[in-house]
């Protein structure tokens, strides 16, 4: 046995010998440590006195280190077989986004040129001599007709007694003999929201709590799309709904449905064979709202039931225009003499005095709204069912867009964000930049410093506002990382906002931030 003991310390001593020269010279280790002739001079200078129980001993060593040096040597193959197929996922993946990007371009090509021969198609039609009709009624003599019509056609004008937008020269109609109404212009937004609460509890028997209408009325003044997300039955869309009714100008409703695809299911289309422009009722609103000095809603309910990206794209972009004045949506290419009356060369303009609202659920069925949409949206979540109060009969309130939009701006003026909250706010940013690599955006900052100061007005807190905004705006975004790997953050991030704004000030932020800790 002695014998075995001594071959086995040598044998493993050439071969941890080895090993200590691949650590200063890979090559030399290599050789060493498959130095075969060497292991078989040393086998058969011990085995000479090898007894049975030794032969079998030594058998089963070399069959052992054979075995590990196998298994090695598989596990380096799997891992580079991994790598490989890794590396080609990846190329694909990107060989594929480079011909997507590729087609993208081909159809906005495509779509430019389809564009361009319809235009020319509609001017051909309405351009010749056959083409053009004075309005009936007209006696010109020939030759002023004839230089009427050259002049029109030199200025893209297709004269024409066919009307394409029956719908909005029906509101054109309607507002040559209009009366505005008297309105109230006396109250102030406090009032409004009591006012309101009391109207839906009294008269259409819904119960909201004061803290939600003042951040509905905070968010229209921040923006002009609000979103209201929560679960079914929470009074979504009785929100807008009943505050239409409240003002006295119903609120217009659109279903959207999950097969919109594109701006013509919210705004209609030009039907080149019936040469009219199938209008929706949303396109109606739009174009009415221009005429009067109501607050005027769109609601789109279920509005994630389909991709917001794709039939609102254009009404994102023209809301994110800085200057009010360019708030234009295209709606024909060539002008005809019939056109409404606030059509400017096929462009609408979309006035001030109008809003989007829209309704979201969180379920199989819908679409999860981006980054991109919350960004320009005011989310308000309402997660939890009315509580039914008392309120005494309240009637309908009559409010112009010019007192409302007054009252916005004097509460701007009036509470801004204090100076040691905004110091707060940027330090917050730094410490969320630094840590979880998220920032707040200026786009953020801004609406906030509109959210905060009419939350205020309405009764509220201004911390209470702030954190909102935090919670439904910023934090939101943590969602989008791999939150099991930053539980540490999140907790120290609660810690930091007890500290910098004070313990139980930031509900909203910490409750929601501890809610993604125990989801991931």
């Not at 200590?20 to 010279?25: E, R, W």
């Not at 109230?184 to 009391?198: K, T, V």
């Not at 867009?401 to 701007?412: V, W």
């Not at 989008?480 to 120290?492: I, T, V, Y």
């Amino acid at each position: 046995m002695d014998d075995f003991l001594r071959w086995f310390f040598a044998f493993m001593s050439e071969m941890l010998k080895g090993f200590s020269i691949m650590f200063t010279g890979i090559w030399n280790g290599l050789v060493q440590i498959f130095n075969i002739p060497n292991y078989i001079n040393l086998f058969k200078i011990y085995s000479q006195e090898f007894g049975p129980a030794e032969w079998i001993l030594s058998v089963l060593s070399i069959i052992i280190v054979i075995a590990i040096y196998v298994l090695i040597f598989a596990l380096i193959i799997m891992g580079i077989r991994k790598y490989i197929r890794f590396r080609h996922s990846i190329v694909s993946n990107e060989d594929l986004l480079e011909e997507l990007t590729v087609l993208q371009r081909r159809v906005m090509k495509m779509s430019k040129e389809k564009d361009e021969i319809m235009a020319m198609k509609v001017a051909q039609i309405g351009g010749g001599g056959a083409g053009f009709a004075l309005p009936a009624g007209t006696d010109l003599a020939e030759e002023d007709a004839e230089t009427i019509q050259q002049a029109a056609g030199e200025a893209g004008i297709v004269i024409t007694n066919e009307r394409r937008f029956a719908k909005l020269y029906e509101v054109d109609s309607y507002y040559k003999t209009f009366t505005p109404p008297e309105y109230n212009n006396d109250i102030d937004l406090a009032g409004i929201c009591e006012a309101y609460r009391n109207f839906a509890c009294s008269r259409m028997h819904l119960y909201y709590d004061i803290k939600t209408i003042r951040l509905f009325l905070a968010g229209m003044a921040s923006t002009k799309l609000i979103i209201l997300q929560g679960i079914s039955g929470t009074g979504k869309t009785s929100l807008p709904y009943s505050f239409g009714k409240f003002l006295g100008i119903d609120t217009t409703i659109a279903s959207v449905q999950p097969s919109w695809r594109d701006r013509t299911e919210l705004f209609g289309y030009f039907n080149e064979f019936t040469r009219n422009f199938n209008e929706t009722e949303v396109l109606r609103r739009i174009y009415a709202s221009g005429y009067n000095d109501d607050i005027n809603l769109i609601l789109l309910d279920e509005m994630n039931i389909a991709r917001i990206e794709y039939y609102f794209a254009e009404m994102l972009s023209i809301l994110e225009m800085p200057n009010a004045d360019e708030w234009e949506l295209d709606l024909v290419p060539s002008v005809w003499s019939s056109d409404p009356e606030r059509l400017d060369h096929g462009r609408l303009r979309i006035p001030q005095n109008l809003w989007y609202i829209g309704t979201a659920n969180n379920d199989d069925s819908t679409y999860a709204i981006s980054d991109k949409v919350y960004d320009r949206a005011q989310p308000i979540n309402l997660d939890a069912k009315g509580i039914s109060f008392d309120a005494p009969d309240t009637p309908p309130l009559s409010l112009s867009y010019s007192h409302l939009n007054a009252m916005f701006q004097e509460a701007f003026e009036k509470y801004p964000i204090s100076s040691e909250n905004l110091k707060k706010i940027q330090q917050l940013d730094l410490w969320v930049i630094d840590k979880l690599r998220v920032a707040f955006g200026n786009r953020i900052i801004k609406q906030m410093s509109l959210f905060v100061p009419v939350y205020v007005a309405c009764g509220g807190d201004e911390l209470d506002g702030i954190d909102y905004v935090l919670a439904t705006k910023i934090f939101r975004k943590l969602e989008s990382l791999n939150l099991a790997m930053h539980r540490d953050e999140l907790k120290e991030l609660v810690n930091y906002i007890n500290k910098s704004f004070g313990k139980n000030k930031m509900n909203e932020s910490i409750a929601y931030l501890e809610r993604l800790q125990k989801l991931f």
